[in-house]
């Protein structure tokens, strides 16, 4: 498979609903989205970098640089066999997973279609079904936060996900149990907390939550291994899982009994598997994290969802609980019982809609060999 041009575009979208964690509220997404021209087939990725550095120290505008300059002449002109191969290639260059992965995802989606095979079945999966859930922001009231509830769990979804921060948690919580008292619930801090919390996160333990998500430092496995000792709740770790090799030192230290696999924030599918491997073999489960994804992500997120430790709802939820309409056809919808199921079509199953998300691109550039 000879990569012969990438080319990036910027498109814009607004979401249906404002989506605020710890660091913020946002309103629309700027989504760089990655094309692969590999002899006849074009391969999609998308580049889960935020609109701000806050999530991660990663952002769309460092991400097109560093696509632009580094990692996309690293890969162009390039022949390879599998898509794998291309995380090699861009080893040189530290840090930047997020834009690693979107080269590598692509790479993956072109081998599928290539090779007329499911991406799924490519990376490894084995479940024809995958479980969702949802995250849902902080809200401006408790109340408009129950109605949510209330309506994704009548959608079907499995578990629900609140985001949470000082002021907006115990609070919260509580008046969730008091109204289900049985459903499954785990929150995200997005590290809104400190080691000084520990007393105040000891609470959490009083509602039966699945696990609460990156409570401290997004680069900390240490300290969370000193504040799981102090739960009984599990914690879940997401910013600080950036590679296998973190996933393992979280595990041998103790920092947390559930792992969130995002492919963006670990560098592309080939460390995701990675992941997700390391935590099979120490027995800890794994769910797919979101990143508030159009279409193309999302797929991809359905079909890393089918390997086999993925053994929690993820937050991979419906197209139209984020978008009016989405860039891909069929958009992705969530069965009655909180379900996707996966096909056995060639690639990820889903069409792009190339006309609409060339409607949408606000700046677009193609990087190819010289002469
Ligand atoms: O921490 O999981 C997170 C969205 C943006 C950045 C970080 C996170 C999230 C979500 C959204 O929780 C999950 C989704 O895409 O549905
Ligand atoms: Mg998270």
Redesign the pocket.
């Known amino acids: 498979m000879k990569i012969e041009s990438i080319t990036l575009r910027e498109i814009q979208m607004p979401l249906v609903h404002f ?1 605020e ?1 710890s660091f913020g509220r ?1 309103y629309s997404r700027r989504i760089l989205l990655l094309a692969a021209q590999c002899e006849g087939v074009t391969g999609w990725g998308e580049c889960v970098a ?1 609109e701000d550095p806050f ?1 991660s120290s990663e952002w769309i505008e460092s991400a097109w640089a560093t696509l632009k300059h580094y990692l996309a002449p690293a890969v162009v002109g390039r022949t390879m066999s599998v898509a794998c191969e291309s995380a090699g290639l861009m080893a040189k260059v530290r840090g930047h997973r997020m834009a690693k992965a979107a080269i590598e995802n692509a790479l993956w989606d072109a081998e599928a279609r290539q090779k007329r095979q499911p991406l799924w079945k490519l990376l490894g999966g084995t479940s024809r079904e995958i479980q969702c859930g ?2 849902i ?1 902080i809200q401006d009231s408790v109340e408009q936060l129950l109605e949510k509830i209330e309506r994704e769990l009548a959608a079907g979804y499995r578990r629900i ?1 609140v ?1 949470v921060k000082p002021g907006w948690d115990l609070n919260v919580l509580e008046r969730i149990r008091a109204r289900w008292p049985e459903i499954v619930l785990s929150c ?1 801090a ?1 590290s809104a907390y400190t080691l000084d919390d520990v007393e105040h996160l000891r609470k959490f333990d009083r509602f039966n939550l699945l696990m609460i ?2 409570p401290l430092w997004n680069d900390d496995i240490y300290y969370h291994a000193r504040l799981q000792r102090e739960l009984r709740t599990a914690i879940c770790l ?2 600080s899982i950036g590679n296998a090799r973190d996933a393992a030192s979280a595990i041998e230290t103790g920092a947390c009994r559930i792992v ?1 696999i ?1 492919v963006g924030r670990v560098g592309g599918f080939s460390e995701a598997k990675r992941v997700h491997d390391v935590c099979l073999n120490n027995n800890i489960p794994v769910w797919c ?5 159009s279409g193309v992500g999302r797929t991809h997120n359905i079909a890393l969802s089918t390997l086999q430790n993925f053994r929690l709802p993820g ?3 419906a197209s139209k ?2 978008w009016k309409e989405d860039i891909i056809e069929p958009e992705v919808e969530v069965s009655p019982q909180g379900t996707i199921a996966v096909s056995d079509e060639p690639g990820t199953g889903y069409r792009i809609r190339e006309d609409r998300i060339e409607k949408l691109t606000v700046r677009k550039e193609t990087i190819t060999t010289v002469g």
């Open positions: 989506f964690t946002l935020g999530y949802v995250s922001g996900k985001k995200d997005n998500e990156q997401d910013e969130n995002k994290g979101g990143m508030l994804e937050d991979v939820s609980r984020y």
